[in-house]
């Protein structure tokens, strides 16, 4: 996050910066935290899971790589089994896929 803006703001930026679309959040999937996920960079940085999963639409833009991405591409749910992905991400993949009325917390 930017000084200044808020967790909305942020999301929206970030996506376009990221992927080249711009997007309208429509709603909130979860609050996702893993004690056991935790990412060490080869920087030396290291950190603990904590992730805000919201549901978007794309509004405009252009899809196409950044410098903050390195493969940028719209998937089915389906194709994504097949695909090397994180437990925790995983979890919210599913969560996406059952259409949950409310928010996770967890």
């Given amino acids: ?3 200044g803006e808020t967790l909305e703001e942020c999301v929206v930026r970030e996506t376009k910066e990221e992927s ?3 997007i309208e959040i429509t709603g909130l999937l979860g609050i996702y935290t893993d004690p056991a996920h935790v990412i060490a960079y080869a920087d ?3 950190r603990q899971e904590f992730n805000i999963t919201f549901y978007g639409r794309v509004v405009g833009g252009c899809i196409a790589v950044s410098a903050e991405s390195t493969e940028v591409r719209f998937l089915r749910l389906d194709e994504l089994s097949k695909l090397p992905v994180h437990d925790t991400v995983r979890l919210r993949l599913n ?3 059952e259409k949950r009325s409310q928010p996770y917390l967890g």
Avoid: K, R, T
């Fill in 20 to 22: 080249g679309l711009d």
């Fill in 1 to 3: 996050m930017e000084i």
């Fill in 95 to 97: 969560h996406y896929a």
């Fill in 44 to 46: 030396g940085e290291v």
